[in-house]
């Protein structure tokens, strides 16, 4: 007993267990509060896990901070990148203008592997049966049927090399629902779960109760430091949430944390190395004045996002200032005049998809492609991933612009296998200044085998969204910073040069009708059938089986002789 409670000193004097050198990891945890041009506030989490350590070995045994689901699943399978979207509504580019994190509809997962994986679609399978079982979604119905190897739209954004192709692999999921059983798994993965910082905001029912909803997972690697000899792993676990003020705050549009999330911060989490909310209080209105928050924050800092100069009021949570006055921050916006956000700035790209036709036999699939900038052309890449029940004819692809024929710097075409992968086209178009391209292509409706529909096929079938990848020019030139010193809604896509920015767009998600049979009719012929098979069957076995007896009349028991002597008494005819 002595021994023991001197080891227990001795632990506590240690103080707490710290990883070892070269094993070092850091959580960094961060809240951007974004008010949209139409009233609404977008918040987005970011929790972003650095880890000095070489997951691909496989001689790491102790985790700390880094989630021991994902660190396995990366060093079994041989993941070089992971990317996990799980999406409830639409992001509407036009009146929200340009996202810091869009995903489709629906679930989107896309993996680089390592060159040491041998059987990739094996490798793939059992991956996607992992995350199923991880996030308790439906990732299990991914197979070589929705999947695609794309060659130019997702290039890796860590250190891999993005010409090996055959190590990618993408699918998407347009018609999975997103709902609380998603969250909870992926709030655990957090190293304070929901019990402390930023994550105490993290409430299901208010966060589904919003008009767009999207949790995402990315694990990449990143270089250690400026010379880039060592490498570590990076998970950033984000959460993009819009919320409508107006219709929720009576016809108000102002917002505070509580009115969004029904609680308040009371402090960070304590295994975090920063832990931070950014407001953007960018000047909304002619007169540039920038946006006044309560309470007043500390500091502001400038950044150019997406081509544009932003202000941010910053509110460091590990400050101890901050909770000297209140003992929780609850930050508020309240609107000075109500024209302040009306004013709906056009995105410089923007796109639109539609199914046109009639009738259930032939159809036509229709993308607009809006370049609104003045005078700057610029190229982008678009992919189609379309189902092989949507016979596609390539002759009839045609892309026109301004009137006259747009034709790509490159197409990549590869058919679909009926019942063996999907259809996959690829094309690098140049959108002119101030032009809307329209791209158009027909296809057949194939007819699928009574076991292949839907439980609601009446409801239609799903194609998933159209993917663009463009560099946009930027109005002011952006200059290098350090990432490490950097809000983190800046450093997840990289930044080829100043004059230029990274975006991935989605496009709406189209549903389109099938020949569909009657299949009402089986239950119709089965009901008629049983009816027949037990009223014939039924008489024809009674009639065989039964026996008959001839009952002769019997004198009557005890009582009825009785009951006759009485009545004869009475002079009543016996019975």
């Given at each position: 007993?002595?021994?023991a409670?001197l080891l227990?000193?001795?632990?506590?004097a240690?103080?707490?267990?710290?990883?070892?050198?070269?094993?070092?990891?850091?959580?960094?945890?961060?809240?951007?509060?974004?008010?949209?041009?139409?009233?609404?506030?977008?918040?987005?989490?970011?929790?972003?896990?650095?880890?000095?350590?070489?997951?691909?070995?496989?001689?790491?045994?102790?985790?700390?901070l880094f989630?021991?689901?994902?660190?396995?699943?990366?060093?079994?399978?041989?993941?070089?990148?992971?990317?996990?979207?799980?999406?409830?509504?639409?992001?509407?580019?036009?009146?929200?203008?340009?996202?810091?994190?869009q995903?489709?509809?629906?679930?989107?997962?896309?993996?680089w592997?390592?060159?040491t994986?041998?059987?990739v679609?094996?490798?793939?399978?059992?991956?996607?049966n992992?995350l199923?079982?991880?996030?308790?979604a439906?990732?299990?119905?991914?197979?070589?049927?929705?999947?695609?190897?794309?060659?130019?739209?997702?290039?890796?954004?860590?250190?891999?090399n993005?010409?090996?192709?055959?190590l990618?692999?993408y699918?998407?999921?347009?018609?999975?629902?997103?709902?609380?059983?998603?969250?909870?798994?992926?709030?655990?993965?957090?190293?304070?779960?929901?019990?402390?910082?930023?994550?105490?905001?993290?409430?299901?029912?208010?966060?589904?109760?919003?008009?767009?909803h999207?949790?995402?997972?990315?694990?990449?690697?990143?270089?250690?430091?400026?010379?880039?000899?060592?490498?570590?792993?990076e998970?950033?676990?984000?959460?993009?949430?819009?919320?409508?003020?107006?219709?929720?705050?009576?016809?108000?549009?102002?917002?505070?944390?509580?009115?969004m999330f029904?609680r308040t911060?009371?402090?960070?989490?304590?295994?975090?190395?920063q832990?931070?909310?950014?407001?953007d209080?960018?000047?909304?209105?002619?007169?540039?004045?920038?946006?006044?928050?309560?309470?007043?924050?500390?500091?502001?800092?400038?950044?150019?996002?997406?081509?544009?100069k932003?202000?941010?009021?910053v509110?460091?949570?590990?400050?101890?200032?901050?909770?000297?006055?209140?003992?929780?921050?609850?930050?508020?916006l309240k609107?000075?005049?109500?024209?302040?956000?009306?004013?709906?700035?056009?995105?410089?790209?923007?796109?639109?998809r539609?199914?046109?036709?009639?009738?259930?036999?032939?159809?036509?699939?229709s993308?607009?492609?809006?370049?609104?900038h003045?005078?700057?052309?610029?190229?982008?890449?678009l992919?189609?991933?379309?189902?092989?029940?949507?016979?596609?004819?390539?002759?009839?692809?045609?892309?026109?612009?301004?009137?006259?024929?747009?034709?790509?710097?490159?197409?990549?075409?590869?058919?679909?296998?009926?019942r063996?992968?999907?259809?996959?086209l690829?094309?690098?178009?140049?959108?002119p200044?101030?032009?809307?391209?329209?791209?158009?292509?027909?296809?057949?409706?194939?007819?699928?085998?009574?076991?292949?529909?839907?439980?609601?096929?009446?409801?239609?079938?799903?194609?998933?969204?159209?993917?663009?990848?463009?560099?946009?020019?930027?109005?002011?030139?952006?200059?290098?910073?350090d990432?490490?010193?950097?809000p983190?809604f800046?450093?997840?896509?990289?930044?080829?040069?100043?004059?230029?920015?990274?975006?991935?767009?989605?496009?709406?998600?189209?549903?389109?009708?099938?020949?569909?049979?009657?299949?009402?009719?089986?239950?119709?012929?089965?009901?008629?059938?049983?009816?027949?098979?037990?009223?014939?069957?039924?008489?024809?076995?009674?009639?065989?089986?039964?026996?008959?007896?001839?009952?002769?009349?019997?004198?009557?028991?005890?009582?009825k002789?009785?009951?006759?002597?009485?009545?004869?008494?009475?002079g009543?005819?016996?019975?």
């Amino acid at each position: 007993m002595l021994a023991a409670a001197l080891l227990l000193l001795l632990l506590l004097a240690a103080g707490p267990v710290r990883a070892g050198p070269g094993r070092r990891d850091a959580l960094r945890e961060e809240l951007l509060l974004s008010p949209l041009p139409d009233g609404n506030v977008a918040a987005t989490f970011q929790f972003r896990t650095r880890w000095d350590a070489d997951l691909q070995r496989g001689a790491v045994s102790h985790y700390r901070l880094f989630p021991k689901a994902l660190g396995r699943l990366v060093a079994a399978l041989g993941v070089r990148e992971l990317h996990l979207a799980l999406t409830q509504g639409f992001w509407r580019t036009q009146a929200w203008g340009q996202p810091p994190l869009q995903a489709p509809a629906g679930a989107e997962l896309w993996v680089w592997f390592q060159p040491t994986v041998t059987d990739v679609d094996k490798a793939w399978k059992e991956l996607s049966n992992i995350l199923s079982g991880i996030f308790c979604a439906s990732l299990n119905f991914i197979d070589l049927t929705n999947t695609v190897t794309p060659t130019a739209s997702f290039k890796p954004l860590g250190l891999a090399n993005g010409t090996e192709h055959h190590l990618l692999r993408y699918a998407v999921l347009p018609r999975e629902v997103v709902c609380t059983e998603n969250l909870t798994p992926w709030k655990k993965l957090l190293p304070c779960g929901s019990k402390a910082g930023l994550a105490v905001l993290l409430k299901a029912e208010r966060l589904f109760h919003s008009s767009y909803h999207s949790q995402a997972v990315h694990i990449r690697p990143v270089c250690r430091d400026a010379s880039c000899l060592a490498v570590s792993w990076e998970l950033r676990q984000t959460l993009t949430v819009v919320f409508d003020t107006f219709s929720s705050g009576q016809g108000k549009k102002d917002w505070s944390l509580f009115k969004m999330f029904s609680r308040t911060l009371t402090d960070a989490c304590p295994l975090a190395s920063q832990s931070k909310v950014y407001v953007d209080i960018s000047p909304k209105n002619k007169e540039k004045e920038l946006l006044e928050v309560t309470p007043p924050p500390a500091s502001v800092h400038e950044a150019v996002v997406q081509g544009d100069k932003r202000t941010y009021a910053v509110y460091d949570l590990l400050s101890p200032s901050l909770f000297n006055t209140s003992r929780s921050l609850n930050v508020q916006l309240k609107w000075k005049r109500p024209q302040d956000s009306s004013e709906l700035p056009v995105p410089v790209l923007h796109a639109q998809r539609y199914v046109s036709g009639y009738g259930l036999q032939t159809g036509q699939i229709s993308t607009l492609i809006h370049n609104t900038h003045p005078y700057r052309a610029f190229p982008v890449i678009l992919l189609e991933t379309v189902p092989w029940y949507l016979r596609l004819y390539v002759h009839t692809l045609t892309i026109i612009t301004k009137g006259k024929e747009n034709k790509p710097s490159y197409i990549h075409y590869q058919p679909a296998q009926d019942r063996r992968r999907p259809h996959l086209l690829e094309m690098l178009i140049q959108l002119p200044a101030n032009s809307v391209t329209k791209i158009t292509i027909q296809f057949e409706r194939a007819l699928l085998k009574w076991t292949e529909y839907t439980p609601d096929p009446n409801h239609g079938f799903y194609v998933g969204s159209s993917v663009l990848s463009a560099l946009l020019p930027s109005v002011i030139a952006m200059k290098d910073v350090d990432v490490e010193q950097s809000p983190l809604f800046t450093s997840l896509f990289p930044s080829s040069d100043g004059s230029s920015y990274f975006v991935r767009m989605y496009t709406e998600p189209l549903l389109v009708n099938l020949p569909t049979p009657d299949f009402s009719m089986p239950y119709n012929v089965i009901c008629l059938t049983c009816t027949v098979v037990a009223v014939c069957y039924g008489s024809f076995y009674n009639l065989l089986t039964r026996t008959f007896h001839v009952e002769e009349p019997s004198r009557g028991g005890l009582a009825k002789r009785l009951a006759n002597i009485i009545r004869r008494f009475r002079g009543v005819p016996p019975l």
